[in-house]
DNA sequence: CGCGAAGTGTCAAAAAGTGTCATGAATTGG
DNA sequence: CCAATTCATGACACTTTTTGACACTTCGCG
């Protein structure tokens, strides 16, 4: 048997950070379809991306197995060294970013939190904006999906 | 914030060594998730790893099915010949490392933890700045091990 | 024994992080 | 169109964490 995919992240979400550096994640990410433990990392495009844990804790599994010299081992050394675990607390599901993070992806207050399957991304409102594939119009969308 | 993945050492942490050498353990890194009995070993990088206790005594057990002359059972004994017990005290969380060890890694006051999955690292803030691949990403880190 | 070195335990203050409430906006359902 | 509900967010109280300071213990040595 397969397991079945778990909630996946969808839409695009315009929410902000709070004095202490919190984030609402949206309540469509939240509840029984998703995962409440999440772990972010910097990503190359310049914005943050947002995995469920069991992500990479499946990755860290397998380095039991791994010799210390073996390469693959090395690359998951990177990811947990760079990932930061975050959980949204329960009562409102605000999720706390560490400085070192929101500063890799530029974010101050507003940002654009963006649905992206199997994990979701969180963007400065600025530089989302002034993306190119923003003005995509559903038809150019449509046609870019294939369908 | 609090720990995820079970026993896992994520993310990156800045803190300093005491005048009598001690040093505090992220707090992430403590409590009913993680181990509380940890060992440190010179490693040839020019840092110290901290496994927990569980994963010498697993090399140790290996020992066992080794001939006597086995190069592999050779590696085990010199961890078992180098490391240094340690273990965070329950109050605020500082362990100590021996004076050798943290002159073997250039060891003063500032120094940085890393996060490694299954152990961490503890680096000289100033050795640990200098390293490339400071603003490493998801992807730089995926990349090769083809996640 | 008394001394010093080395290691350990504890306190308290500041900083950092977390929980919760209340408001107002937005959405849903008659 | 109004009432009921849900959601995001500012504000603020509360807790936890890190760290310097210092007292205390242990051990070896003359």
């Not at 994640?25 to 029984?32: H, I, K, L, T």
């Not at 090395?74 to 675990?85: M, V």
Request: hydrophobic share 35%.
């Amino acid at each position: 048997m397969q397991t079945p995919v778990r909630g996946s992240y969808l839409s695009t979400f315009e929410h902000s950070f709070d004095a202490k550096g919190r984030i609402t994640v949206p309540s469509d990410w939240r509840g029984e379809s998703h995962e409440t433990n999440l772990h972010v990392f910097p990503s190359k495009d310049g914005c943050l991306k947002v995995y469920p844990e069991s992500w990479l804790a499946r990755q860290i599994e397998e380095m039991g197995s791994l010799s210390l010299e073996d390469p693959r081992r090395k690359q998951i050394e990177a990811l947990a060294r760079i990932a930061q675990a975050a959980k949204p607390d329960p009562k409102v599901g605000r999720m706390m970013v560490r400085e070192n993070l929101r500063s890799h992806a530029g974010l101050n207050k507003e940002a654009v939190l963006v649905g992206s399957g199997d994990h979701f991304e969180i963007w400065d409102k600025k530089k989302w904006t002034a993306l190119p594939a923003q003005d995509l119009t559903l038809e150019d969308a449509a046609a870019a999906a294939g369908i």
